[in-house]
């Protein structure tokens, strides 16, 4: 069973057939700079429906953020509210929390980091990039293969894990593989500001070998060209 219809939904669909037994909660607030609180009581009342209607017997999974760990987001409100309804999946019996980075595929969300940057890139809109700021992007198909791969492991008795790239990315190169992919000059104020943490992918290192994923110098510009290009 898979809960949602964006980005990270669609992309079990063509895995649905390994999810037996499984509800896959690919739903929530789209935008991480959201600040209705209408849209998390929403999201909080979905997803406890959810959790009542599933029977405990099945593996429940639920996709969190990476930035909990991230000191600079201790006060922002998507995190907060990620972190609150990681504790309601945490009653169940069988659970796996993922938690993820800057996601890159398909989607006409304009929220998203990827999207806002091709869109300024692309227009010739000024924008302002943070120096010291580093993002880690991983393709939404290998986090499915990830995902489907640890629940065929056996993962899924109260189970935290990080699903991302194994290095991170300064905004400065990101900006530049953007550049090089739709073969638009940035215009852009750099500003000394921004920081990095560290994102642990040690738990999924296994899985990554066991689905063939590369994450080598040039996987940032292949994931670029294959949804930007």
């Given at each position: 069973?898979?809960?949602?219809s964006?980005?990270?939904?669609?992309?079990?669909?063509?895995?649905r057939a390994?999810?037996?037994?499984?509800?896959v909660?690919a739903?929530?607030v789209s935008?991480?700079?959201c600040?209705?609180e209408?849209?998390?009581q929403?999201d909080?009342?979905r997803l406890?429906?959810?959790l009542?209607?599933?029977?405990?017997?099945?593996?429940f999974v639920y996709?969190?953020?990476?930035?909990?760990v991230?000191p600079?987001?201790?006060?922002n409100?998507?995190t907060r509210?990620k972190?609150e309804?990681?504790?309601?999946?945490?009653?169940r019996r069988r659970?796996l929390?993922?938690?993820?980075?800057q996601?890159?595929?398909?989607?006409?969300?304009?929220?998203?980091?990827?999207?806002?940057?091709y869109?300024?890139?692309v227009?010739?809109e000024?924008?302002?990039?943070?120096r010291?700021a580093?993002?880690?992007?991983?393709d939404?198909?290998?986090?499915?293969?990830?995902?489907?791969d640890?629940?065929e492991?056996?993962?899924?008795d109260?189970d935290f894990?990080n699903?991302?790239?194994?290095?991170?990315?300064?905004?400065?190169?990101?900006?530049?593989?953007?550049?090089?992919?739709?073969q638009h000059?940035?215009?852009f104020?750099?500003i000394?500001?921004?920081?990095?943490?560290?994102i642990?992918?040690?738990?999924?290192?296994?899985s990554?070998?066991?689905c063939?994923i590369?994450?080598?110098?040039?996987?940032?510009?292949?994931?670029?060209e294959k949804?930007?290009a």
């Amino acid at each position: 069973m898979i809960i949602g219809s964006g980005l990270l939904a669609r992309a079990f669909i063509p895995v649905r057939a390994s999810l037996k037994d499984v509800c896959v909660y690919a739903a929530g607030v789209s935008n991480s700079s959201c600040s209705y609180e209408s849209e998390y009581q929403r999201d909080s009342s979905r997803l406890q429906a959810t959790l009542a209607d599933t029977p405990d017997s099945k593996l429940f999974v639920y996709f969190s953020t990476c930035s909990i760990v991230d000191p600079g987001s201790v006060d922002n409100r998507y995190t907060r509210h990620k972190f609150e309804l990681e504790a309601l999946v945490r009653r169940r019996r069988r659970f796996l929390i993922a938690r993820l980075p800057q996601v890159a595929g398909s989607t006409p969300n304009p929220h998203t980091i990827l999207n806002y940057l091709y869109a300024r890139i692309v227009r010739s809109e000024r924008f302002d990039l943070w120096r010291f700021a580093r993002r880690n992007i991983i393709d939404v198909e290998d986090v499915a293969k990830i995902t489907v791969d640890l629940i065929e492991q056996g993962s899924g008795d109260h189970d935290f894990v990080n699903i991302a790239n194994s290095r991170d990315y300064s905004m400065e190169e990101i900006v530049a593989a953007l550049e090089a992919t739709t073969q638009h000059a940035a215009v852009f104020n750099s500003i000394e500001k921004g920081a990095e943490y560290h994102i642990d992918t040690s738990t999924i290192a296994e899985s990554i070998r066991r689905c063939g994923i590369s994450f080598d110098d040039g996987y940032l510009l292949r994931t670029l060209e294959k949804y930007y290009a």
